[in-house]
């Protein structure tokens, strides 16, 4: 490599070839792929020592869901009504109070009617509380079906378990349930199992933890209230004799509570069909989703602010990227103006990032 007749007869080589990045490197010497070799070794290491970092973080989710649990358990105290906030622990001041301050003098002229009504419905915490964020978070609403929502009323918290110091990484979603006419369990469990380790046959791909298998719980419906099957009759015809009988059998229903028998992945290495695949992955996206956003953040989205703020965040990505190709357009027609020789009657064409 030092010598200079082999550096030019190499860059005459480089110069005439048509570069993708692994044609690139088959041009090397050995020399030169020996070192490249050296630095994915290392990439390796790095990479099994990100891993590591994860493992650390999952230790402070674990140590600080500790910290932030005797706060959610005041929140299920507000919304079932079994504790009533302070005045001190009710103030909160909006970015409306000025124009609730104009409508104060409205407002007095029905408060009479208002403590009336108060009086006669008597309502206990936040009516429906979680039942409204099914309904307001796409995500969850989707799965929700008519004959879920008398159940999902009785929901009165979600909460998010993290595995225990020396255990396999995993958490689980408890959806705790007030007493119901449809099942007898008062706590539904479902836990996410997550890998933080390289892959031995495609180490490169680590991004940090990702989830690789999950488990439900069986729910003890009460007697013709399983939602997640429904019955139907089938008429069958005797081939010899040519009599007809009417057969009844359960097949499956669409229902949020399947969200609780999820498919599972099978430890022998067998491959999934593209549906199975594709359910799975819902389904894990729907776990990170309420453990990271919907229980962390749950009044947000009683509320509707929580989305409202990741509608504005998709909608500020988009105008950027429309603003970014209307100055190449812009850029564009500058040229166009600047060289005379440009024909005007072509059309501009356009780059692409």
């Known amino acids: 490599m030092q010598n200079p007749q082999v ?81 001190a622990e009710s103030e909160w001041h909006s970015e409306n109070e000025e124009e609730e301050k104009l409508a104060g003098d409205l407002k007095n002229v029905v408060v009479i009617e208002e403590k009336a009504e108060a009086a006669e419905t008597n309502v206990k915490g936040i009516p429906d509380f979680w039942f409204t964020i099914f309904r307001n978070v796409d995500m969850l609403s989707e799965l929700v079906q ?26 689980s979603l408890e959806f705790h349930f007030g007493p119901n006419d449809y099942f007898s369990n008062s706590v539904l469990t479902k836990t996410y199992k997550m890998k933080s380790e390289p892959d031995k046959t495609d180490p490169f791909s ?14 003890d419906w009460k007697k013709g209230k399983n939602v997640t099957v429904k019955t139907i009759k089938k008429k069958q015809k005797h081939k010899g004799r040519g009599t007809v009988r009417t057969i ?43 453990r990271e956003r919907i229980v962390p953040r749950a009044v947000l989205y009683f509320t509707g602010e929580a989305i409202e703020d990741d509608d504005n965040f998709e909608e500020g990505e988009e105008g950027e990227e429309e603003e970014l190709e209307g100055e190449e357009e812009g850029e564009e027609e500058e040229d166009a103006e600047s060289d005379p020789k440009k024909d005007s009657s072509q059309p501009a064409e356009c780059k692409q990032q």
């Open 146 to 171: 008519e004959y879920d929502e008398p159940i999902l009323k009785h929901l009165q918290d979600i909460k998010v378990k993290f595995s225990e110091p020396g255990q396999p990484m995993s958490f």
């Open 206 to 219: 680590f991004e940090g933890p990702e989830i690789v298998d999950c488990e439900g719980c069986t729910i």
């Open 248 to 290: 009844t059998k359960q097949v499956p229903n669409d229902s949020f509570f399947n969200f609780f028998s999820p498919i599972k992945v099978s430890g022998d290495g067998e491959s999934l069909d593209e549906d199975s695949e594709f359910t799975l992955a819902a389904d894990f996206e729907i776990g990170h989703f309420f």
């Open 7 to 87: 550096l030019a007869a190499l860059q005459e080589r480089l110069d005439n070839t048509a570069l993708t990045p692994s044609s690139y490197i088959e041009t090397l010497p050995k020399a030169v792929k020996r070192r490249i070799d050296a630095l994915k070794q290392l990439q390796v290491k790095c990479a099994h020592i990100e891993a590591k970092f994860y493992e650390e973080v999952h230790d402070l989710e674990r140590k600080y869901a500790a910290l932030y649990q005797p706060l959610f358990d005041k929140r299920r105290e507000f919304i079932n009504g079994e504790a009533e906030p302070t005045d």
